[in-house]
T-cell receptor
Framework: EAEVAQSPRYKITEKSQAVAFWCDPI?????LYWYRQILGQGPELLVQ????????DSQLPKDRFSAERLKGVDSTLKIQPAELGDSAMYLC????????????FGPGTRLTVL | EDQVTQSPEALRLQEGESSSLNCSYT??????LFWYRQDPGKGPEFLFT???AGEEKEKERLKATLTKKESFLHITAPKPEDSATYLC???????????FGKGTLLTVNP
């Protein structure tokens, strides 16, 4: 069964350092999403890609966060510099076309900022 | 702005004790309501999509229903392996964005 892959699964870093997360969506899925989930809360959308284009990054803190999906397949989310408040689970999801298609989630990256 | 409220925040059941989880929502133009299951430290796992009031879907011990203002996830004769956080999300408006609730933490004791 096809799955969304993410790495690393866990990341511990010190504040002011740079971190990067990688996501490989289900093959053939045109839409890719990055979510942030704080403990005890539901996921919140950070950025949405349709192929290689950003279609929604309204909730992405652009002073420190960046995301790219250069060839319209895998994607990287970067934080520079990391702050204590960035500690959370970072989830990647993909869907076939991005309309009412189901979003399938990866296992997530648990980030701890010390 | 789309909003989703789930209740209760936590629910503890004995094995075999049926119950329901609630998801109340406000959205401009519902395109779909989604239920996910999330185990600790893992990503959400898709369960159901409901598109219109009156629709129902079932999977094993779970049954999801939808009205114009809320959705229920009914759990019949739960087992300990049903213990997880259940998340509800709505998709509406023009951007197809999912808005999630905070989830209900279900614990089923043997």
């Amino acid at each position: 069964e096809a799955e969304v892959a993410q790495s690393p699964r866990y990341k511990i870093t010190e504040k002011s350092q740079a971190v990067a997360f990688w996501c490989d969506p289900i093959s053939g899925h045109a839409t890719l999403y990055w979510y942030r989930q704080i403990l005890g809360q539901g996921p919140e959308l950070l950025v949405q890609f349709q192929d290689e284009s950003v279609v929604d990054d309204s909730q992405l803190p652009k002073d420190r966060f960046s995301a790219e999906r250069l060839k319209g397949v895998d994607s990287t989310l970067k934080i520079q510099p990391a702050e204590l408040g960035d500690s959370a689970m970072y989830l990647c999801a993909s869907s076939l076309t991005g309309y009412t298609d189901t979003q399938y989630f990866g296992p997530g990256t648990r980030l701890t900022v010390l | 702005e789309d909003q989703v409220t789930q209740s209760p925040e936590a629910l503890r059941l004995q094995e075999g004790e049926s119950s329901s989880l609630n998801c109340s929502y406000t959205v401009s133009g519902l395109r779909g309501l989604f239920w996910y299951r999330q185990d600790p430290g893992k990503g959400p796992e898709f369960l159901f999509t409901l598109y219109s009031a009156g629709e129902e879907k079932e999977k094993e011990r779970l049954k999801a229903t939808l009205t114009k203002k809320e959705s229920f996830l009914h759990i019949t004769a739960p087992k300990p392996e049903d213990s997880a956080t259940y998340l509800c999300a709505v998709q509406g408006g023009s951007n197809y964005k999912l808005t999630f609730g905070k989830g209900t933490l279900l614990t089923v004791n043997p």
